[in-house]
């Protein structure tokens, strides 16, 4: 079983940057690839940004230039720097893992931690 824990979310003016991080227990943390999906009142949950064991990436195009998502093994978490946050960033952000399926869909993950709501005013 895997364990995830997001934190960091808030308030934030349009403009101005967060970074979420998600810390993860249990199963061997290089063993899985990482994402981060969002979902907005009453929309569909999106994808934001995900990352492989050895770094390397791929954004979702609504966040490319603006998001980054990397990770530290060694203190097995992972973060998303969000910076020229914009109010249709506004959600509940979710970090996840998967092993099998490298992809952007969110039957591609197998763990799913609680969320961290993100608000962006304008």
């Known amino acids: 079983q895997v364990q995830l824990v997001e934190s960091g979310g808030g308030l934030v003016q349009a403009g101005g940057s967060l970074r979420l991080s998600c810390a993860v227990s249990?199963?061997?943390?290089?063993?899985?690839?990482m994402g981060w999906f969002r979902q907005a009142p009453g929309k569909e949950r999106e994808f934001v940004a995900r990352i492989t064991w050895t770094g390397v990436t791929y954004y979702g195009d609504s966040v490319k230039g603006r998001f980054t998502i990397s990770r530290d093994n060694a203190k097995t978490t992972v973060y998303l720097q969000m910076n020229s946050l914009k109010p249709e960033d506004t959600a509940v952000y979710y970090c996840?893992?998967?092993?099998?399926?490298?992809?952007?869909?969110?039957?591609?993950?197998?763990?799913w931690g609680q969320g961290a709501q993100v608000t962006v005013s304008s």
């Open positions: 996840a893992a998967g092993r099998y399926r490298l992809g952007s869909y969110s039957s591609d993950y197998d763990y």
């Open positions: 249990g199963r061997t943390f290089t063993s899985y690839y």
